[in-house]
């Protein structure tokens, strides 16, 4: 009779492990992105932050779930699916989760959002270069409104102090205008983030787009197709993100489907996609992957 003993376990999780990580690289396929490569699918940092855009309610069930061991088992189960980059903010709650991770043994890479609130940029970046990210990208929402005082160079004057750092640089915008508009004055920077949903309208530009008083954020889905037309001609890499609507595409895996198949439509070879996740109540790493699999096999890009 053979024993089956820890060792013979241990050995058998190792070889396991191995071939999950073959298998992933053989499918989910990553990108350049400057000197290093991004997979097609990036995991987004809004559920971990409890930034939900759709209720108080669900803001509040995302950061009760988000405990340091549930971020750790998230991006461990990414890297293991072959997702090998995390966008997030580049806060302190967020540097503090990073940091426990790679203690773990993490190597996941990290695109980090410039937090706006913070009001001092240059500290802020300090402590986000401290992390060394791949790239760091000027708020959108900041970005947006600046656009929306007249003050846009001043997200340019932010661009700058972002390539002080070494990182790839990226702007961040809700607003097609806007990426007419830098795209015209020849900006220096890497990188687009771009929301395919414009969520910075005012209260009233919502209403006139909709027809009626709009309450919270408007998801207006004739948004996607003019944001992602504009992916496909900048020659910059675009980060697509909202691609799900924040949930609102979320009603079956058909509409999810479709959803990232509309991105792959138009993003260029080089061009990922951002989707948060939040496995509380049902697997969703490798049923992203396997989705984004299926739109690039629609899509050869």
Same mark, same amino acid.
């Given at each position: &009779?053979?024993?089956?003993? !820890?060792? #013979? ?19 989910? @396929? ?30 509040? %069930?995302?950061? #009760? ?8 088992? =998230?991006?461990?189960?990414?890297? !293991? ?43 802020? =970046?300090? %402590? ?7 790239? $760091? ?6 970005? #947006?409104?600046? *656009? ?27 607003? @097609? %205008? ?8 020849? *900006?220096?920077?890497?990188?687009? &983030? ?6 910075? !309208? ?12 709009? %309450? ?6 004739? #948004? ?24 609102? +595409? ?14 792959? +439509? ?8 951002? $989707?948060? &996740? ?15 699999? +299926? ?7």
């Amino acid at each position: &009779m053979t024993t089956f003993t !820890r060792r #013979d376990a241990l050995r058998a999780s190792a070889i396991a492990s191995v071939a999950s990580a073959v298998e992933a690289s053989q499918t989910l @396929p990553a990108v350049p992105f400057g000197p290093h490569s991004v997979s097609r699918l990036i995991v987004g940092g809004n559920p971990v932050s409890a930034n939900s855009h759709m209720s108080p309610k669900l803001d509040a %069930e995302m950061c #009760d779930y988000f405990i340091a061991a549930n971020v750790r088992k =998230l991006l461990s189960e990414c890297e !293991r699916a072959g997702i090998n980059t995390w966008q997030s903010r580049g806060d302190r709650h967020i540097t503090r989760l990073l940091r426990e991770y790679r203690l773990a043994g993490g190597r996941i890479q990290w695109i980090a959002q410039t937090a706006s609130e913070y009001g001092d940029l240059k500290r802020n =970046l300090a %402590e986000i270069a401290a992390l060394k990210p791949i790239g $760091i990208y000027h708020h959108g929402t900041q970005t #947006d409104k600046y *656009w929306n005082a007249g003050k846009i160079d001043q997200a340019n004057e932010a661009l700058k102090a972002i390539r002080q750092t070494g990182a790839r640089v990226g702007l961040g915008t809700h607003i @097609p %205008e806007v990426v007419d508009y830098v795209e015209s004055k020849g *900006w220096d920077f890497d990188f687009y &983030m771009t929301c395919v949903y414009n969520l910075s !309208r005012t209260p009233a530009e919502a209403a006139k787009v909709a027809g009626h008083k709009v %309450e919270g954020e408007f998801f207006w889905d004739a #948004d996607r197709e003019k944001m992602l037309s504009l992916v496909s001609k900048v020659s910059k890499t675009c980060l697509i993100f909202k691609v799900y609507g924040a949930t609102r +595409q979320c009603a079956s895996a058909a509409s999810r489907q479709a959803a990232i198949d509309l991105a792959f +439509q138009y993003a260029k070879p080089q061009d990922p996609v951002v $989707i948060g &996740m939040f496995p509380k109540y049902q697997e969703q790493v490798k049923e992203n992957c396997r989705l984004v699999m +299926q739109a690039l096999s629609h899509h050869v890009s």
